[in-house]
């Protein structure tokens, strides 16, 4: 099972971006994925994750109205939409797949590489 997260970059804050979690070696759709976080010093956060089905979204109160995620099945990928970023959003992205939905690190067992997100203020 591979996850390869992408997308990242350099950004104003105020300004958007969309990333990218591409998925091969499982059955895509019958995996949930979530979005999580790390800035230097901090430990790994939950930011966003959607089902299977793509039916049922979660989101971090500190994204909620801002980040957007969603999943094209078809393309064994899912977008995590970012918009209205801040300067506190800054951090390494990494996207995870499970069977079921959560909100915690240890909800997901596999783990794809992380991408740099740096927002300027």
């Known amino acids: 099972v591979q996850l390869q997260a992408s997308g990242g970059g350099l950004v104003q804050a105020g300004g958007s971006l969309r990333l990218s979690c591409a998925a091969s070696?499982?059955?895509?759709?019958?995996?949930?994925v979530g979005w999580f976080r790390q800035a230097p010093g901090k430990e790994r956060e939950f930011v966003a994750a959607?089902?299977?089905?793509?039916?049922?979204?979660y989101y971090a109160d500190s994204v909620k109205g801002r980040f957007t995620t969603s999943r094209d099945n078809a393309k064994n990928t899912v977008y995590l939409r970012m918009n209205s970023l801040k300067y506190e959003d800054t951090a390494v992205y990494y996207c995870?797949?499970?069977?079921?939905?959560?909100?915690?690190?240890?909800?997901?067992?596999?783990w794809g590489q992380g991408t740099l997100v740096t927002v300027s203020s």
């Open positions: 959607v089902s299977g089905s793509g039916r049922t979204t």
């Open positions: 070696g499982l059955t895509f759709s019958w995996n949930a």
């Open positions: 995870a797949a499970d069977a079921t939905i959560g909100r915690t690190p240890h909800d997901y067992y596999y």
